[in-house]
Nanobody, 116 residues
Framework: QVQLVESGGGLVQPGGSLRLSCAAS????????MGWYRQAPGKRRELVAS???????NYADSVKGRFTISRDNAKNTVDLQMISLKVEDTAVYYC??????????WGQGTQVIVSS
């Protein structure tokens, strides 16, 4: 059974930082591209950042320079370090595992609220 379990969400003030973590099980983690997506109320789910099995990263323009994605293949985890958070970063953040589009899995999501 595949499980992606996110943690680390919460309430933070604008300009603050949070670190999200996703623990994966039931997959050969090193073979998957891992990603973080987010969905704000009334908006479509969007890609925030992704990291391939080889460590290549990709970021949405809106988070470049502020968010950093990393993975630990030994621990089967993928993290998203977020700094300089803005109100518009408020959303539910989802962990995603993707093996060439053939196998795609989602976590249950973790809420991030950026508010003063």
């Amino acid at each position: 059974q595949v499980q992606l379990v996110e943690s680390g969400g919460g309430l933070v003030q604008p300009g603050g930082s949070l670190r999200l973590s996703c623990a994966a099980s039931g997959i050969i983690f090193s073979m998957y591209t891992m990603g973080w997506y987010r969905q704000a109320p009334g908006k479509r789910r969007e890609l925030v950042a992704s990291i391939t099995s080889g460590g290549n990263t990709n970021y949405a323009d809106s988070v470049k320079g502020r968010f950093t994605i990393s993975r630990d293949n030994a621990k089967n985890t993928v993290d998203l370090q977020m700094i300089s958070l803005k109100v518009e970063d408020t959303a539910v953040y989802y962990c995603n595992a993707n093996e060439l589009g053939a196998y795609v899995y989602w976590g249950q999501g973790t809420q991030v609220i950026v508010s003063s």
